[in-house]
């Protein structure tokens, strides 16, 4: 018996032995895919709003404006100013029609900063400083031509030919400057009143189809000479300056000076005399036209003709 059982089990086959397997599931916090798709889709977003705003600056800035932009990022046109004009956008102001100038107000040039000692300008420095000296001598060349023409005029002209002495025409910071003076026996206006003689309004007139040509603003104002009113006049050499020289303004815009070139009119008294040394004199009481500067002043060294 114990033969047959030991002939039995030396003849079975014995099974493989299957190894055993351990699975280990590993947690994986946020999601199914993990989190880095995030991180990706926020670069992109990024890049997207980049780019979306570079493509609104190039649409809403003027050339000067990406000039300044452009060197605002070089290491040699670094600008120490922080705000205002001296800023990227040369101190205009964003709106949703872009890079405007407010109306009526004094153009900004866009400066841009020297270069450190030693280092040489660059490219972009060079080109935009001689675009500024052409624009200023051509401006200053338009003035020179203007005052060349009002004098050749006013002698041309019988009826305001008498009053060329009570011209006087100069430069200024502000622009070119033509002062209306009183003269001894020559007044443009009655004494104490702002009603314009026939003979004035005729100067004021030759004066519009001189400038009307140019494309600058005009600034006007008033002044008297120290010579107070009776006390309790109620009336003063501010409101005769005042009136005066909206009286001018008037007859320019009647001769063809449109309105919105004359963003000024001011009464200034006697506070502002021709002769400091003697403010009673009649040249005390003038009327200023000053034509507005568009680009800035050009040093003499700098300049050159353009014709």
């Known amino acids: 018996m114990a033969g047959k059982q030991g002939g039995k089990l030396a003849g079975k086959e014995e099974a493989p032995v299957q190894p055993i397997i351990v699975r280990r599931i590993k947690k994986i916090e946020g999601g199914h895919h993990g989190g880095a798709w995030k991180v990706a889709y926020a670069d992109f977003v990024t890049a997207m709003m980049a780019l979306f705003l570079l493509l609104w600056l190039?649409?809403?800035?003027?050339?000067?404006?990406k000039i300044g932009l452009s060197d605002y990022f070089a290491p040699t046109a670094v600008t120490l100013a922080r705000s205002g004009s001296g800023g990227l956008l040369a101190g205009r102001s964003m709106s949703l029609e872009g890079a405007r100038v407010g109306d009526g107000a004094p153009v900004v040039m866009a400066q841009i900063a020297p270069p450190p000692p030693g280092a040489a300008p660059t490219n972009t420095q060079v080109q935009e400083q001689d675009a500024q000296r052409r624009r200023a001598q051509a401006e200053q060349d338009r003035f020179d031509e203007a005052r060349a023409s009002l004098e050749k005029a006013l002698e041309?002209?019988?009826?305001?030919?008498?009053m060329k002495e009570n011209i006087r025409i100069d430069m200024t910071p502000e622009g070119m400057r033509i002062q209306l003076v009183d003269k001894q026996g020559g007044s443009l206006f009655p004494s104490g009143s702002a009603q314009m003689p026939e003979r004035t309004r005729a100067l004021v007139n030759q004066i519009a189809q001189v400038?009307?040509?140019?494309?600058?603003?005009?600034?006007?104002?008033?002044?008297?000479?120290?010579?107070?009113?009776?006390?309790?006049?109620?009336?003063?050499?501010?409101e005769l300056?005042?009136?005066?020289a909206n009286a001018s303004r008037r007859a320019l815009q009647t001769s063809g000076i449109p309105m919105d070139r004359i963003t000024q009119v001011v009464g200034k008294a006697d506070t502002e005399p021709l002769t400091p040394a003697d403010p009673?004199?009649?040249?005390?009481?003038?009327?200023?036209?000053?034509?507005?500067?568009?680009?800035p002043v050009l040093p003499p060294s700098l300049r050159y003709s353009l014709r």
Do not use: K, M
């Not at 649409?59 to 404006?65: H, K, R, V």
């Not at 400038?211 to 501010?238: E, K, M, R």
């Open 156 to 162: 041309s002209n019988p009826q305001v030919a008498a």
């Open 280 to 295: 009673f004199l009649p040249e005390n009481r003038r009327i200023d036209i000053v034509l507005l500067r568009q680009s």
């Open 241 to 244: 300056s005042s009136d005066r």
């Open 58 to 65: 190039l649409n809403a800035t003027t050339d000067e404006q």
């Open 211 to 238: 400038i009307s040509s140019l494309p600058n603003n005009l600034s006007v104002s008033g002044h008297t000479d120290a010579s107070p009113f009776n006390a309790g006049a109620g009336y003063t050499n501010w």
